[in-house]
């Protein structure tokens, strides 16, 4: 059995190289001293933040210097934390950045009431007085958009010293599903007893016995029944604690609220749903497939995740992942892939597994760092998918980064997923076009048929059922257990349609996503999918200006809201086409999954035996 390596036995060609940050730990700690300094300053500037544009430009230019050095802190630490969780010299330096961030925020308590003292009109004139404003006046416009939204200091401050009490409900529901809640065992493929929990849930979801798939599904979902009242209270309370917020700061609804900051309109939340609800036949169709393929008389809701396909008995080495990204993103150009090759060659990424390494993979990095990419590479295509879709991220970073000031560099979390699963999509469109292996073909088709399913409209039901829950809520209704679970069985039964069997203990679903204490985020997915796919099938298809506009689109970091820089890119998400060309995707993909697989009953149809006279004949 192999044994997992120590991180010292790595070689440092597969690792990050983090002296591009601080050159060693001690460099670090000079560093948090002389910021910790800086910190003890900030309260020099109250009473004068706003007092003339010359004190405004002052603070704001102290305040970029003072983020930017402790930001360099954090993510070293962070970094160098994740690389091996169990050293306790990274444990430390971890717990003292956060410490520095803490003492930060309560020194700065003062600086947005005391901005918000002033009327926007009076920041325009600052701006027109001070040309070094110029460049914070995305920045001010953003603060200020609240402005008709934010309470007197003193009702502020009642509110804030409320904030654990009413956010009680989703800290109740976390406490609850994480740590108490108990599934019991049940026996699995080997007929083993196996504790059933919401982490090997999915394993058992996905298990080619169906009796294993039931036994999961229904003893997850008895369970949570067995917990109906407690977590509708919960339920009801995040409800009713979003909705207050929202009337008591002015506006609307609880999703005008949530959606404000990203300046989106409720109607782009709205569209997205109908849009859905008018292609429902796609969805259908994939489960007409999924039921074909798995040879079922009836498909229930615990045959859904059920695979369509075998694992992929194929290894990728990480010289051949690299080859297949560069070949995969080659329609990205050569600007693009010259600045990708940086990552691989300046030791961005740090790739193999070692003991104590953080698991998972992300992209993580700022205004004044590279790009870093946490990975635990395997050798699956799952793995190359992951390496690509993390590069996708690091990409749109390092274009932000370049291309704008600090304080324009960050984008949105509304836009975050489109660069990567552009970049996910490529690598999909890639192995289907270059591959001689029908089982490989096949693999990533599931994969892509999968990705839509449970990225476009599973997550658009989730979106639908908590904005209609809302919108109950506002309108006078008590959303008790009965009302709740009843609205999210109708839900299933209209979103997996006439030929899937929607099993009652289905009603239950909705208390165990997370998701609907997150405040409407559930929409983003879908949007970030969807854009992907219409940015992926325009540069594919050579339409004018589509690779000139999207990297466009990746430079324009947060200079602009959301629904603007996605513009960049040709995509207004006010409209359904955007949509529509997702679906068309999806749809496009079912029929090649389809016809792939027709082709290979075929090929094993048409294999040629040898008869005891030595002639050769077909098996068909």
């Not at 002033?118 to 600052?126: F, G, M, P, Q, S």
């Not at 008591?248 to 109607?267: G, P, Q």
């Not at 990409?395 to 975050?416: E, G, K, P, Q, R």
């Not at 697989?597 to 075929?602: D, F, R």
Request: hydrophobic residues 35%.
């Amino acid at each position: 059995m192999e044994r997992q390596r120590k991180r010292e036995e790595i070689e440092e060609k597969y690792t990050w190289d983090l002296t591009t940050i601080f050159k060693s730990d001690d460099d670090w700690y000079k560093e948090l001293e002389l910021v910790s300094s800086e910190v003890e300053r900030i309260p020099n500037y109250k009473g004068k933040i706003v007092s003339s544009a010359k004190d405004l430009l002052n603070y704001l230019k102290f305040n970029e210097v003072l983020t930017r050095r402790a930001y360099k802190l954090y993510y070293y630490s962070s970094l160098k934390h994740d690389q091996d969780t169990t050293n306790p010299t990274y444990q430390k330096m971890r717990g003292k950045i956060h410490d520095l961030f803490q003492k930060t925020g309560e020194l700065e308590s003062f600086v947005v009431p005391e901005m918000l003292s002033v009327k926007y009109d009076k920041i325009l004139e600052y701006i027109k007085e001070e040309s070094g404003l110029e460049e914070y006046a995305f920045s001010l416009e953003q603060q200020f958009r609240f402005q008709d939204h934010k309470l007197s200091e003193e009702e502020e401050k009642i509110i804030s010293s409320l904030a654990n009490a009413l956010s009680i409900s989703s800290d109740a529901y976390t406490s609850l599903t994480d740590s108490d809640l108990k599934f019991g065992f049940i026996k699995d493929e080997n007929g083993n007893d196996v504790e059933l929990t919401e982490s090997n849930y999915s394993l058992f979801t996905h298990s080619k016995n169906r009796e294993v798939r039931k036994s999961a599904f229904e003893l997850m979902f008895n369970t949570y029944a067995n917990y109906k009242n407690t977590l509708s209270t919960t339920f009801k309370g995040n409800v009713d604690y979003l909705t207050s917020m929202a009337k008591i700061h002015k506006f609307n609804s609880s999703i005008e609220a949530s959606l404000y900051n990203d300046n989106i309109d409720v109607s782009v939340y709205n569209n997205i749903i109908d849009t859905i609800n008018k292609h429902m036949d796609t969805i259908y169709k994939y489960f007409d497939l999924k039921k074909e393929v798995l040879n079922l008389d009836e498909l229930h809701l615990y045959d859904i995740y059920a695979e369509l396909v075998g694992d992929l008995d194929k290894k990728y080495s990480f010289a051949e992942a690299k080859d297949m990204v560069f070949k995969a993103l080659r329609p990205l150009g050569a600007d693009y892939l010259n600045i990708l090759n940086r990552a691989f060659d300046e030791r961005w990424i740090d790739i193999y597994n070692n003991v104590g390494k953080r698991t998972g993979a992300y992209s993580s990095g700022f205004y004044d760092t590279n790009p870093f990419l946490l990975l635990n590479y395997e050798g699956r295509l799952d793995d190359v998918s992951t390496l690509i879709h993390e590069l996708g991220h690091s990409m749109h970073t390092y274009l932000s980064c370049h291309n704008n000031s600090f304080i324009n560099s960050d984008y949105s979390i509304f836009v975050a997923e489109v660069a990567s699963t552009v970049n996910e999509l490529f690598l999909s469109k890639y192995l289907l076009k270059n591959s001689k292996d029908n089982e490989e073909k096949l693999y990533v088709l599931n994969h892509m048929m999968e990705l839509y399913k449970g990225t476009i409209y599973r997550q658009i039901m989730f979106a639908e059922f908590e904005r209609d829950m809302h919108a109950l809520k506002e309108q006078g209704e008590v959303l008790t257990n009965e009302l709740l679970t009843n609205k999210y069985y109708e839900l299933n039964k209209k979103y997996f349609g006439p030929n899937v069997v929607v099993d009652d203990l289905i009603k239950y679903e909705w208390e165990r996503i997370p998701h609907f204490y997150y405040n409407f985020y559930v929409y983003k997915y879908a949007i970030g999918l969807s854009c992907a796919s219409y940015i992926v099938t325009n540069i594919l298809e050579g339409k004018e200006n589509a690779l000139e506009n999207y990297i466009k689109f990746l430079s324009s970091g947060g200079s602009d809201y959301p629904a603007n820089e996605l513009k960049i890119a040709g995509i207004d998400i006010e409209k359904p086409d955007v949509i529509e060309s997702a679906i068309k995707m999806f749809d496009e993909t079912i029929d090649e999954f389809r016809k792939i697989k027709s082709e290979i009953v075929l090929e094993k149809d048409d294999q040629v035996l040898d008869n005891p006279e030595g002639k050769k004949i077909k098996t068909r």
